[in-house]
């Protein structure tokens, strides 16, 4: 009788995983937008967020995403939570048909943001992310603190409300 190997998954250890919180919006959308990203790993917590004057909110969202693991320094395992099903519909479920289909839609059309879902895929490839998707705006600490970032950076750059 033959031994077999057997193979254990262990949860991560939270000492080499980097957690990141990202959200994005417009007021109105279109129309002018922000994005914030929270990476935290160990005690280390770094705060990123920006604006754009003519976006979308799903634009905001994937210019989170990206820009987030975009700023790693070194092949990671990563856990990124969004509130944003767009954004993890898109990159778990929806691009292998879209890059089946010439970056094109269930429909034949075009898909929307390309670049940002290219840009996304290129910054993921050297890391080990987990996408997880988390309610927005039902008291999720990270989560909400993402929102007022994002919501800050627009009125900085835009003004209004």
């Known amino acids: 009788m033959a031994s077999e190997d057997v193979v254990v998954s262990l949860p991560p250890d939270p000492d080499k995983v980097v ?12 129309g002018p937008g922000g994005w914030a990203a929270i990476l935290v790993f160990r005690n280390v917590v770094k705060e990123l967020s920006g604006a754009e004057a003519k976006t979308t909110n799903n634009r905001m969202e994937l210019i989170a995403a ?12 990563v856990v990124l939570h969004t509130d944003s099903q767009y954004l993890q519909n898109g990159i778990t479920r929806w691009i292998p048909g879209w890059i089946r289909k010439g970056w094109r839609s269930s429909t034949g059309e075009p898909v929307a ?5 290219k840009r996304i895929m290129a910054a993921a490839e ?36």
């Open 19 to 30: 957690q990141i919180w990202t959200d994005g919006g417009c007021k109105p959308n279109p």
């Open 126 to 161: 050297v890391h080990r992310v987990d996408w997880r998707w988390v309610r927005g705006h039902a008291g999720n600490d990270m989560n909400e603190r993402a929102d007022r970032l994002a919501t800050e950076a627009r009125r900085a750059a835009f003004g209004g409300g």
């Open 66 to 77: 990206a820009t987030a693991l975009e700023a790693l320094k070194r092949p990671c395992h």
């Open 113 to 117: 943001n390309v670049d940002l879902w």
